[in-house]
């Protein structure tokens, strides 16, 4: 994807399947994230 440092994204359905994958990857790359889902227990593992 590439050096996303300094950019933002809001992800939703962050908590499981795509939505986490996509999340997951965006914070590798450096990019700041909001997340939303359904699944407090996941969204405070994934945060």
């Not at 994958?21 to 407090?40: D, P, S, V, Y």
């Amino acid at each position: 994807m590439g050096d996303l440092t300094g950019k933002s994204a809001v992800v939703t359905g962050a908590t499981s399947g795509i939505g986490r994958a996509i999340a997951e990857r965006l914070a590798a790359e450096g990019a700041q994230l909001m997340l939303t889902g359904r699944n407090q227990a996941a969204g405070d593992e994934i945060a």
